[in-house]
């Protein structure tokens, strides 16, 4: 049983998954390391589970078939026996002994410790994948550089193996940390630019968007000047981030600073379920619009704005 119970003391983020075989993250074939922690609280985010820093417990009610194994092994009084109504957060401790009793993955932890020596080795495996189609190694969360010295570490680590290195982010760091811990081992930046508006990013996202900004502008230069592979990227959120006024004014504020291209990222409405099965609040679980997928027409009118303004869509 393990004893950990949050993020672990020597300032490594916990692992949330390593995902091989991943066309979505990046040229060619990828592996993603998902990183737990996020200085920005997204009310739609897509990965829920890589919000908070420390370790969670999951439950999906659907998994349980009432074995009462978990309220056996509860010491916090955290379970009730028979069909689970799942577990009482304010009681559970996190000390995941029912993750490892129930025989159907009803319940499961969120979140592992690995030291970067580990994760290497994992991701080294498929490096004979990268090689075949251009791909390589991506940091995801969410946010990678909340740790920036494991971030670079882990980073360095990949480049001296030779795979390409891949960082995907919020833009929410410090410059200083960011440039002398990770840029020296990335080859290739994607970061998200959600909302414009200050006031509207701060409701949504739980800060407002000046250090993004300030570090977006960064990027494109760097980009312009050829020292670093950088894609702006926007998720398209229903009545959201994908508004007209937002995105004509993400495509002339990219315009304006250089940015030849851009990509978006059609809305998932799957988090939902996975919010449910961490104990968040979903905020817009009552929202009907956000439990659907966006209709392809929208899309396509919506990418027709960046266009418009000069932008090629990746
Ligand atoms: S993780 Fe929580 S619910 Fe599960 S056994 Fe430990 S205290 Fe009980
Ligand atoms: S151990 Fe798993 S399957 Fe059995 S009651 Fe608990 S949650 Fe349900």
């Given at each position: 049983?393990?004893?950990?119970?949050?993020?672990?003391?020597?300032?490594?983020?916990?692992?949330?998954?390593?995902?091989?075989?991943?066309?979505?993250?990046?040229?060619?074939?990828?592996?993603?390391?998902?990183?737990?922690?996020?200085?920005?609280?997204?009310?739609?985010?897509?990965?829920?589970e890589?919000?908070r820093?420390?370790?969670?417990?999951?439950?999906d009610?659907?998994?349980?078939?009432?074995?009462?194994?978990?309220?056996?092994?509860?010491?916090?009084?955290?379970?009730?026996?028979?069909?689970?109504?799942?577990?009482?957060?304010?009681?559970?401790?996190?000390?995941?002994?029912?993750?490892?009793?129930?025989?159907?993955?009803?319940?499961?932890?969120?979140?592992?410790?690995?030291?970067a020596?580990?994760?290497?080795?994992?991701?080294?495996?498929?490096?004979?994948?990268?090689?075949?189609?251009?791909?390589?190694?991506?940091?995801?969360?969410?946010?990678?550089?909340?740790?920036?010295?494991?971030?670079?570490?882990l980073?360095?680590?990949?480049?001296?193996?030779?795979?390409?290195?891949?960082?995907?982010?919020?833009?929410?760091?410090?410059?200083?940390?960011?440039?002398?811990?990770?840029?020296?081992?990335?080859?290739?930046?994607?970061?998200?630019?959600?909302?414009i508006?200050?006031?509207?990013?701060?409701?949504?996202?739980?800060?407002?968007?000046?250090?993004?900004?300030e570090n977006?502008?960064?990027?494109?230069?760097?980009?312009?000047?050829?020292?670093?592979?950088?894609?702006?990227?926007?998720?398209?959120?229903?009545?959201?981030?994908a508004?007209?006024?937002?995105?004509?004014?993400?495509?002339?504020?990219?315009?304006?600073?250089?940015?030849?291209?851009?990509?978006?990222?059609?809305?998932?409405?799957?988090?939902?379920?996975?919010?449910?099965?961490?104990?968040?609040?979903?905020?817009?679980?009552?929202?009907?619009?956000?439990?659907?997928?966006?209709?392809?027409?929208?899309?396509?009118?919506?990418?027709?704005?960046?266009?418009?303004?000069?932008?090629?869509?990746?």
């Amino acid at each position: 049983m393990s004893a950990i119970t949050g993020a672990n003391s020597v300032g490594s983020p916990l692992v949330l998954e390593i995902k091989g075989n991943a066309l979505d993250d990046g040229p060619g074939i990828r592996t993603v390391v998902f990183l737990k922690g996020c200085p920005l609280s997204c009310t739609w985010c897509h990965n829920p589970e890589s919000k908070r820093v420390h370790m969670e417990l999951s439950f999906d009610p659907a998994k349980c078939i009432g074995c009462g194994e978990c309220h056996a092994v509860c010491e916090s009084g955290a379970l009730t026996a028979g069909l689970q109504p799942g577990p009482d957060r304010e009681l559970c401790s996190r000390c995941m002994a029912c993750t490892e009793v129930c025989p159907s993955m009803a319940l499961e932890q969120v979140g592992q410790e690995m030291d970067a020596g580990a994760v290497v080795a994992k991701v080294v495996k498929d490096h004979p994948f990268f090689e075949a189609s251009g791909g390589g190694v991506t940091l995801s969360g969410g946010e990678p550089t909340l740790k920036p010295e494991y971030c670079g570490n882990l980073l360095r680590q990949f480049k001296d193996e030779g795979i390409h290195t891949l960082l995907e982010t919020c833009g929410h760091f410090s410059w200083n940390a960011f440039e002398s811990a990770i840029l020296p081992w990335v080859d290739t930046v994607y970061c998200d630019i959600k909302l414009i508006n200050p006031d509207a990013h701060k409701r949504h996202c739980g800060t407002t968007n000046t250090r993004i900004l300030e570090n977006l502008e960064k990027l494109l230069e760097l980009s312009r000047l050829g020292d670093l592979d950088f894609l702006p990227r926007v998720p398209l959120i229903p009545g959201i981030t994908a508004t007209d006024e937002n995105i004509c004014a993400i495509g002339d504020y990219l315009k304006a600073r250089g940015a030849s291209r851009v990509q978006i990222m059609a809305y998932n409405p799957l988090w939902h379920g996975k919010s449910v099965k961490i104990g968040c609040d979903d905020l817009l679980a009552k929202d009907e619009t956000m439990h659907k997928f966006m209709e392809r027409d929208e899309v396509s009118r919506l990418t027709a704005l960046f266009e418009a303004r000069g932008l090629e869509m990746v």
